[in-house]
């Protein structure tokens, strides 16, 4: 396809695309009244979505420079020449014929986002522009645009406004903060949770603005809502929260530990260094919390997270450890082998826990051998400590003692 012909298919997409997002947009929920208003000129609220849609593909129509431009501007972000290549334009056109919608989405968010723009300027306010962009927006988004959804400004201009300096975000416009709310509301199913994990973390950053919104309960309702999706953005942001409300996210974390499914705990498992690295405390309560749960499926992933977590604190590792062990999953134990008792054994290597014994006890032939490793270098600390540990195994079994005892001096080489 020629550069001629997949130019005027991608410019109807656009125009389509401008169509089903505003009426998508307008009938989905009620749109918010602009968030800059000149009194002496009040923005006329549209009646209909007919309205809207007719002035913005009338902007479309007779603004062919503005969409080359913005399709130029597309190109260059996503296109990749390839400079062993002579034939480039021939190139291109294959690859525009092939991404027809992708453009037209990218095309179509850049329309409303500088429409949303005009609508910002605190000055000057187009506060028409604000119900064609805010709606178009909404639209595209409620129809899980990935140029959308990726944007990090268009959160923050609805928040913020366009910040004229760093002090700015300090104050959220009430309006502004109400039409965000009012489209993550809207958001359902799958689009709900892509939304949501895309622009809370950016909200987040922002103390002003998240407080506001209270970005650590919505975030936790939607990993409670959507527990299968994938939620590392809502995680992320609830421990940005930490920085400066940690009441509210500490609140919302246990909340997690005492109402999540499987999937929820796996996700707290995969984000417990980084909430170590604001609050012991906190991780230790919510490993704490996984732990009474029994949950076999995520008890290795929390054995791999005790030590670091407890590192400090010898007498609760040791504690959560034989709770751990005594539960007789195989891999939680090889999990504590392999990421503790070593560390644990050089603070402690006497073992006075009995971490060693009772590993052994409960553990099978692979947790088994891995302990061997670590009995051989206790012998070596003492024979002392040794014995006392080959003689806890005797205690409920002489034969894997006395085999043990054979193994050992084999292996040090008496």
Same mark, same amino acid.
């Given at each position: 396809?020629?550069?001629?012909?997949?130019?005027?298919?991608?410019?109807?997409?656009? /125009?389509?695309?401008?169509?089903?997002?505003?009426?998508?947009?307008?009938?989905?929920?009620?749109?918010?009244?602009?968030?800059?208003?000149?009194?002496?000129?009040?923005?006329?609220?549209?009646?209909?979505?007919?309205?809207?849609?007719?002035?913005?593909?009338?902007?479309?129509? %007779?603004?062919?420079? /503005?969409?080359?431009?913005?399709?130029?501007?597309?190109?260059?972000?996503?296109?990749?020449?390839?400079? +062993?290549?002579?034939?480039?334009?021939?190139?291109?056109?294959?690859?525009?014929?092939?991404?027809?919608?992708?453009?037209?989405?990218?095309?179509?968010?850049?329309?409303?986002?500088?429409?949303?723009?005009?609508?910002?300027?605190?000055?000057?306010?187009?506060?028409? &522009?604000?119900?064609? #962009?805010?709606?178009?927006?909404? /639209?595209?988004?409620? @129809?899980?645009?990935?140029?959308?959804?990726?944007?990090?400004?268009?959160?923050?201009?609805?928040?913020?406004?366009? *910040?004229?300096?760093?002090?700015?975000?300090?104050?959220?416009?009430?309006?502004?903060?109400?039409?965000? !709310?009012?489209?993550?509301? +809207?958001?359902?199913?799958?689009?709900?949770?892509?939304?949501?994990?895309?622009?809370?973390?950016?909200?987040?950053?922002?103390?002003?603005?998240?407080?506001?919104?209270?970005?650590?309960?919505?975030? !936790?309702?939607?990993?409670?809502?959507?527990?299968?999706?994938? $939620?590392?953005?809502?995680?992320? =942001?609830?421990?940005?929260?930490?920085?400066?409300?940690?009441?509210?996210?500490? &609140?919302?974390?246990?909340?997690?530990?005492?109402?999540?499914?499987?999937?929820?705990?796996?996700?707290?498992?995969?984000?417990?260094?980084?909430?170590?690295?604001?609050? @012991? *405390?906190? =991780?230790? @309560?919510?490993?704490?919390?996984?732990?009474?749960?029994? $949950?076999?499926?995520?008890?290795?992933?929390?054995?791999?997270?005790?030590?670091?977590?407890?590192?400090?604190?010898?007498?609760?590792?040791?504690?959560?450890?034989?709770?751990?062990?005594?539960?007789?999953?195989?891999?939680?134990? &090889?999990?504590?082998?392999?990421? #503790?008792?070593?560390?644990?054994?050089?603070?402690?290597?006497?073992?006075?826990?009995?971490?060693?014994?009772? +590993?052994?006890?409960?553990? /099978?032939?692979?947790?088994?051998?891995?302990? &061997? #490793?670590? %009995?051989?270098?206790?012998?070596?600390?003492?024979?002392?400590?040794?014995?006392?540990?080959?003689?806890?195994?005797?205690?409920?079994?002489?034969?894997? +003692?006395?085999?043990?005892?054979?193994?050992?001096? =084999?292996?040090? #080489?008496?």
């Amino acid at each position: 396809m020629r550069r001629r012909e997949s130019n005027p298919i991608i410019f109807e997409k656009v /125009g389509e695309m401008i169509g089903n997002s505003i009426e998508i947009g307008w009938n989905s929920f009620r749109i918010p009244d602009p968030i800059y208003e000149v009194p002496d000129f009040p923005a006329i609220r549209p009646i209909q979505a007919s309205t809207l849609k007719r002035q913005a593909l009338g902007l479309h129509a %007779i603004d062919k420079t /503005g969409f080359n431009l913005r399709l130029e501007n597309s190109i260059l972000r996503t296109y990749k020449k390839n400079y +062993a290549q002579f034939d480039h334009e021939e190139r291109l056109e294959i690859w525009m014929s092939q991404n027809v919608a992708f453009l037209a989405d990218q095309i179509v968010t850049e329309m409303g986002t500088q429409w949303v723009d005009l609508s910002l300027d605190e000055k000057h306010p187009d506060t028409d &522009r604000w119900y064609l #962009g805010f709606c178009l927006l909404a /639209g595209r988004a409620l @129809q899980g645009s990935e140029s959308v959804l990726k944007s990090e400004s268009i959160p923050l201009s609805l928040a913020f406004g366009i *910040p004229s300096d760093s002090r700015k975000f300090d104050f959220p416009h009430p309006k502004g903060m109400m039409a965000l !709310t009012s489209l993550l509301n +809207a958001a359902e199913g799958k689009v709900s949770s892509l939304l949501h994990n895309s622009w809370l973390p950016i909200l987040a950053v922002y103390e002003s603005s998240s407080v506001v919104m209270d970005v650590s309960k919505i975030a !936790t309702a939607c990993i409670h809502n959507h527990p299968e999706s994938d $939620n590392s953005g809502c995680m992320s =942001a609830i421990i940005q929260v930490m920085a400066y409300d940690m009441a509210s996210a500490t &609140r919302n974390l246990i909340s997690l530990v005492d109402n999540g499914t499987q999937s929820t705990h796996t996700l707290l498992c995969d984000n417990l260094d980084p909430i170590l690295g604001r609050s @012991q *405390p906190l =991780a230790l @309560q919510l490993l704490k919390g996984m732990v009474l749960n029994k $949950n076999e499926a995520i008890l290795p992933m929390l054995a791999s997270k005790l030590y670091p977590i407890c590192r400090h604190d010898q007498d609760t590792y040791t504690r959560m450890a034989l709770e751990i062990i005594q539960s007789g999953n195989d891999k939680a134990i &090889r999990s504590l082998i392999e990421y #503790g008792f070593r560390q644990y054994l050089q603070d402690n290597p006497d073992d006075t826990g009995m971490l060693l014994s009772t +590993a052994w006890k409960f553990g /099978g032939d692979i947790s088994k051998s891995r302990l &061997r #490793g670590l %009995i051989v270098l206790q012998k070596k600390k003492s024979d002392l400590y040794f014995e006392k540990t080959v003689s806890e195994i005797e205690s409920f079994s002489k034969s894997e +003692a006395d085999q043990l005892r054979l193994d050992v001096s =084999a292996r040090s #080489g008496e």
